[in-house]
């Protein structure tokens, strides 16, 4: 889709962090943009933002593990600016506890909003998409703990994993409907998703302790700079997006890790 000028995008959790940043940078491009967020006033305060720059907006507050949210989001989208051209499938949460420490709450907390909440964007917007002539592009929000799985973010991972295969699979089936689809593949970002996810976390469970982390060791991000990468990944109809070029050695190190366990189940079964 490379002219975004005058198209519509719907951004799920566009209240903060890497919606909001994906918010103005599609605005900054001459995008209309219909602000989702579970948090109303921080969407109004992006929203303002993005009116700022030139652009309509649509505040509409959103719980994407609600299908309800998602089908009345997509209507209030359609009515208000008559087509939606981008979605981007961005709201989620992350809670970093080892797997034995995990309470059933935690478990249908993170699967709710970053593997259902996805699975609900796509079911309320894919058949508009469909009916609707014209490029479109659906942009879903996975992570680099969607390419490997270390300790204490198992669970989290095995969201960002399945948000990977489905997007995968999604870009081949939708290819000849005129909709691209890109995954977003963040490492990390300076936004404030898990003192978020922190608070709204259910009740029960271990207790969190604190991430010591030392930003310039893992070369964190503005949210803004993964914006204006979405926003590139949109026009090129990129299939993954990689906001971390130096985490390619991870993700070598998995895979070849994967291809020597074959090669030995090649030695083996000729034995």
């Known amino acids: 889709m490379k002219d975004l000028h005058d198209k519509v995008a719907v951004i ?79 709201a989620g949460v992350a809670i970093f506890l080892r797997l034995d420490e995990m309470s059933d709450s935690d478990w249908d907390f993170q699967l709710g909003a970053n593997l259902r909440g996805v699975v609900n964007g796509l079911q309320a917007f894919l058949p508009r998409f469909k009916a609707q002539n014209g490029e479109k592009h659906i942009v879903n929000t996975a992570s680099m703990a969607g390419m490997f799985s270390p300790p204490g973010l198992g669970a ?19 290819a000849q409907s005129d909709i691209g689809v890109s995954v977003l593949c963040p490492g990390v970002v300076a936004t404030n998703l898990v003192n978020t996810s922190a608070e709204r976390r259910p009740p029960g469970g271990v207790e969190m302790g604190s991430l010591d982390l030392d930003p310039d060791a893992l ?16 026009e090129r109809n990129d299939a993954y997006v990689f906001t971390h070029p130096e985490m390619k050695a991870i993700v070598e190190a998995r895979f070849g890790a994967i291809l020597t366990a074959f090669d030995q189940a090649a030695a083996r079964s000729s034995e």
């Open 12 to 90: 799920t959790g566009a209240g903060s962090g890497i919606g909001r940043g994906t918010a103005l940078a599609l605005a900054e491009a001459g995008m209309d943009v219909v602000i989702a967020d579970i948090d109303e006033a921080s969407a109004t305060s992006v929203a303002r933002e993005v009116e700022a720059l030139g652009r309509r907006t649509l505040v509409v507050p959103t719980d994407v593990t609600e299908r309800a949210a998602l089908d009345a989001l997509a209507e209030k989208a359609w009515s208000e600016f008559g087509a939606v051209h981008v979605l981007h499938n961005n």
């Open 156 to 174: 989290y991972a095995a969201t960002k994993f399945a948000v990977v295969a489905i997007s995968e699979a999604l870009r081949f089936e939708v």
């Open 219 to 234: 070369g964190v991000i503005p949210p803004e700079r993964v914006g204006q990468l979405v926003r590139g990944a949109i």
